[in-house]
């Protein structure tokens, strides 16, 4: 293929690269829980009407980047199909096939996301081929693998976000749940007491009988009032917070049992600059804020509650591990200059920031090598791009990408830089 922008004797297939950087253009995916400013604010626009969820970078099949040039646009993931070793680069190609294994968000949470759980790798795969064999659409609500990978994440908060992630301690949870004088939740308080099973606990509530949901939600609202109020007496912080969600959540979910996740989830406040990685098996769910998230690129996500969306209590009993745990505040690993990586135990990404200039005056950084394909977001400021060929310039929520082959890139200017790019291999 020739890229937009590049001459004939630049055309990949021919052996030469393009010149990189490339801007993008984004997409924004719009979702209930999203929030209708945060996202046009970065960006410079007027605020619309309907939420803003997430602003996509990458070449994901439902909604793909596109590579914007004087000549003309191309969606990444047809470039990637027309020359997949031209752009991921051979080692990128033989590891992941040909697409690109990671995709690159900026989150704004204004409500609670459902409560999700994302398989492992095995799991992926032999779900999608039972899948598969059964001829169950991908368009269908109810199918749960509709590809054959896995979706670890890392969330990078741009602001305070908080979220549920996690297993509570089994006595914990039961001493949260019983703060609650609501006689509906007795069994769930004893089976936390008796047997120590929180994943039963979990997916008790998620197979709640439906014609009794509002009546226990009505019941635990009724129940908090007493319970914040001792919770509050004996300075007990956590159940504080988690009773105040319990609250938020309710008021989003009135019909919806999870509004007790809170009680039975560990509840994490991640200042701005701190890290949350999620692995397969972990339940999760972010809350509130503002963050860089990269995952691995899926779509396999199983839901317990807190969603309008097909909710799988038989999947989720076999996707939960109940030693699995969130990871906070992964290293920030120096690679020289002004450059840190977040590189969590995936093969799939590794995130790096870069902060440029101060005082105003800008300043000039060149990013370490690291091989395959780039995508590179301004979070703050205004930064220009060099790798060789024309400079891109980018400011707040913009993007620019670089394809296999690039020299390292040179940024310029005063701004926030995050870097996605695939994990390092064994």
């Known amino acids: 293929m020739t890229v937009p922008g590049t001459t004939a004797a630049e055309d990949t297939t021919g052996g030469s690269k393009p010149p990189w950087p490339a801007a993008m253009d984004n997409p924004i995916r719009h979702y209930d829980w999203g929030s209708t400013s945060v996202l046009a604010g970065l960006q410079g626009r007027s605020p619309g009407e309907a939420p803003e969820a997430e602003l996509w970078m990458g070449a994901h099949p439902v909604a793909p980047s596109f590579l914007v040039t004087d000549t003309g646009r191309v969606s990444l993931a047809e470039a990637i199909e027309r020359d997949p070793a031209g752009i991921l680069g051979r080692e990128c190609l033989e590891r992941f096939g040909p697409r690109l294994p990671f995709l690159l968000k900026v ?4 409500r609670g996301l459902s409560i999700q759980v ?3 790798p095995a799991q992926a795969a032999a779900g999608h081929a039972r899948e598969e064999a059964a001829g169950i659409p991908s368009s269908d609500p109810h199918r749960v693998y509709v590809d054959p990978f896995a979706k670890p994440e ?9 979220a549920m992630a996690g297993l509570r301690d089994p006595g914990r949870a039961a001493h949260l749940v019983g703060l609650l004088d609501a006689p509906r939740l007795g069994d769930v308080a004893a089976r936390l007491r008796a047997d120590a099973d929180v994943v039963g606990a979990l997916t008790g509530l998620v197979a709640w009988p439906s014609e009794d949901r509002p009546a226990l939600v009505a019941e635990v609202l009724a129940a908090v009032p007493a319970a914040l109020a ?3 007496a004996t300075g007990d912080a956590d159940a504080v917070s988690a009773l105040r969600w319990v609250v938020r959540l309710a008021e989003q979910h009135p019909a919806d049992p999870l509004v007790v996740g809170p009680l039975i989830l560990g509840l994490h406040r991640l200042e701005r600059g701190s890290t949350l990685f999620l692995d397969a098996g972990i339940p999760h769910a972010y809350l509130s804020g503002v963050g860089v998230e990269i995952m691995a690129s899926s779509d396999n996500v199983v839901r317990a509650g807190l969603t309008s969306k ?6 989720l009993l076999d996707l939960l591990d109940p030693v699995a745990a969130p990871r906070l505040d992964l290293p920030a690993l120096p690679l020289g200059g002004d450059e840190v990586a977040y590189r969590p135990p995936v093969a799939d990404f590794q995130l790096t920031r870069t902060v440029l200039g101060s005082g105003g005056e800008a300043g000039i950084v060149t990013l370490s090598p690291i091989p395959g394909p780039q995508v590179l977001l301004c979070l703050d400021g205004r930064v220009q791009v060099s790798a060789g060929g024309r400079p891109v310039a980018l400011t707040a929520g913009r993007s620019a990408f670089l394809g296999a082959g690039a020299p390292p890139p040179v940024l310029r200017g005063v701004g926030e830089v995050f870097r996605a ?4 291999s064994s």
Do not use: F, K, N, Q
Request: proline share 7%; net charge negative; aromatic share 4%.
């Open 107 to 110: 989150l704004a949470i204004e």
């Open 118 to 120: 994302h398989p492992t």
């Open 154 to 162: 890392l969330l990078y908060a741009a602001t305070t976000v908080e």
């Open 230 to 232: 001792g919770a509050e």
């Open 310 to 315: 097909h909710v799988d209590s038989a999947a």
């Open 421 to 424: 790019a695939p994990g390092l």
